[in-house]
């Protein structure tokens, strides 16, 4: 959005992570199809208004039973045959557009996209990216990747260790935080270069929702 006028800038950072939120019964009926009974039994405490909400799930903070704070990402219902949809309008926008423009090789692209939604939906693959980065990552100063709850996960449930925090573009905060906000920069542009350059393996949507 850094291309826009400074007025369109808030509404579509919201889009990032503050959507309108489902109905927590769809949250529940998926937690109790994935874990195999409801949030109320499986956590220790479970609240019922999201942390953020975004196109393909939402995120609610628990309570495990050991007392650990967590963050528990639900994926919404009915998500795979949204996707299914969008992915049959993409192919014939695809077909239009290779028609009309005379242009090879849109396929490759269509393949490569479907590959990235189908990815994105597999909240397994997720977390053991997320396991991955942080084993790459954890000599990085100040860094944290929040550690995922194996027991308390599958391919559409993800439920990771809570942090506390802001968007990275929420510099008021930052501010009153006395976060030297050139440090935070250079750590944060050093960590990315390591995954990039050295490891190979990197967070490929580094908005400011999902920085803190």
């Not at 969008?86 to 490569?112: P, W």
């Not at 189908?118 to 100063?141: S, Y």
């Amino acid at each position: 959005t850094n291309f826009l006028p400074e007025a369109f800038h808030e509404p579509l950072e919201a889009l990032q992570n503050e959507i309108p939120a489902r109905p927590f019964y769809q949250i529940e009926e998926r937690i109790i199809k994935e874990l195999g009974q409801s949030p109320e039994l499986v956590f220790a405490e479970f609240d019922k208004t999201p942390l953020a909400a975004a196109s393909i799930g939402q995120v609610h903070r628990a309570t495990l039973k050991t007392g650990e704070k967590v963050v528990v990402k639900v994926q919404h219902a009915n998500i795979e045959r949204i996707a299914k949809v969008d992915l049959k309008i993409i192919r014939r926008i695809i077909g239009l557009v290779s028609y009309f423009f005379k242009i090879n090789g849109l396929d490759h692209a269509y393949t490569q996209i479907e590959k990235m939604i189908e990815e994105e939906l597999d909240f397994e693959q997720e977390g053991q990216a997320m396991r991955l980065i942080a084993d790459n990552l954890k000599t990085e100063p100040k860094l944290i990747i929040p550690k995922i709850h194996l027991d308390y996960s599958t391919h559409r449930v993800l439920t990771s260790e809570f942090c506390e925090g802001v968007k990275i573009s929420n510099t008021r905060q930052l501010d009153a935080w006395k976060i030297d906000r050139t440090d935070l920069s250079n750590r944060l542009v050093h960590a990315y270069c390591k995954m990039v350059f050295e490891d190979g393996v990197y967070h490929a949507d580094p908005h400011p929702g999902n920085i803190m």
